[in-house]
Structure formats: C-alpha cells, structure tokens
Nanobody, 124 residues
C-alpha cells in the first residue's frame, strides 16, 4: 500500500510559480509511475502530467505543456510538479497518483493510489 502526501499548494497571482511535492511512504517508490491530476469546482478530474518509474518518460496535458514540469527524486521518494506562468484557469485541487507498470496513462481510473490533494488558487 503506497501512501501519498501532496504539499506546496497555495495562493499565487497570475504569472507566478508554485512547486508541488508528492511524498511517498513506499521505499520501492521507484517501481511506480506517478501522475498529477487536478479537479476544479464543478468539473471532472483531469490529467496534468505523468512521469515513468525512472523519470525517463514524461507526458503532459496540452493545457500545461511548456509551463509545468514534472520530475522525481527516487532517493527521496518524491515527485515534483513545477508550475510556472500560472493562470486563473489552473485553479484546482491537485492530486498525485501512482500505479505500477511501464505505461503512462492519463485516465484517473488507471491509477491505484491517491493522495489527499493540495489546493492551488491563482488570482487574476
């Protein structure tokens, strides 16, 4: 059972930056692909970015490509989401999720473990 804890959310002005962290309890965290999803009020949960077990493969939603960067430090059992040039439409609760295997799917139902989420609010 992998436990995930997100942190780093907060209130930021449009154009600003935040770095989210997803810390895992599992020592074998390197066996899991990890993704970030977000959910805005009244909307479905949507895919943001994913990273493979080794960090060699990355996947981004078109809406964040060029602004967000996902990375991981397996020695620290942590995945990061660096968010730059934030827009009001990035406002949401951000969740990290993990799954075993080599694939990097973008569907929430394909991930087995979830954190509790961290709120990001971007003011205009």
């Amino acid at each position: 059972q992998v436990q995930l804890v997100e942190s780093g959310g907060g209130l930021v002005q449009a154009g600003g930056s935040l770095r989210l962290s997803c810390a895992a309890s599992e020592r074998t965290f390197s066996r899991y692909a990890v993704a970030w999803f977000r959910q805005a009020p009244g909307k479905e949960r949507e895919f943001v970015a994913a990273i493979s077990r080794s960090g060699g493969n990355l996947l981004y939603a078109d809406s964040v490509k060029g602004r967000f960067t996902i990375s991981r430090d397996n020695a620290k059992n942590t995945v990061y989401l660096q968010m730059n040039s934030l827009k009001p439409e990035d406002t949401a609760v951000y969740y990290c999720a993990a799954r075993g295997g080599l694939e990097l799917p973008s569907l929430p139902d394909t991930y087995d473990y979830w954190g509790q989420g961290t709120r990001v609010t971007v003011s205009s």
